[in-house]
């Protein structure tokens, strides 16, 4: 059974860093894309960040330069460094574990940032 648990969110004020952690079970973690998904208050879930088996990374317009996201293939965890916070980033964040057809998810962490 595939288990995605995000870690690390809470209430940090603007201008913080913070950074999230994926821990993955039950799956070959190297075969997978990871990917962070951010889903603000009364919005659409987005895709911030995203990073591949080989470590290509790419990266949302609203979080280039400020966020990095890095992969540990030996400990099957994924990490969202997230710096310079900035309210609009408030929201909850989703781990995502994709390769071809299958996909799936975490069941989300919240960060608030709020001075």
């Known amino acids: 059974q595939v288990h995605l648990e995000e870690s690390g969110g809470g209430l940090v004020q603007p201008g913080d860093s913070l950074t999230l952690s994926c821990a993955a079970s039950g799956l070959f973690f190297s075969y997978y894309t990871m990917s962070w998904y951010h889903q603000a208050p009364g919005k659409q879930r987005e895709m911030i960040a995203t990073?591949?088996?080989?470590?290509?990374?790419r990266y949302a317009d609203s979080v280039e330069g400020r966020f990095r996201i890095s992969r540990d293939n030996t400990a099957n965890t994924a990490a969202l460094l997230m710096t310079g916070l900035a309210p609009e980033d408030s929201g909850f964040y989703y781990c995502?574990?994709?390769?071809?057809?299958?996909?799936?998810w975490g069941q989300g962490i919240q960060v608030t940032v709020s001075s």
């Open positions: 995502n574990a994709e390769r071809s057809y299958q996909t799936y």
């Open positions: 990073i591949t088996p080989g470590h290509s990374v």
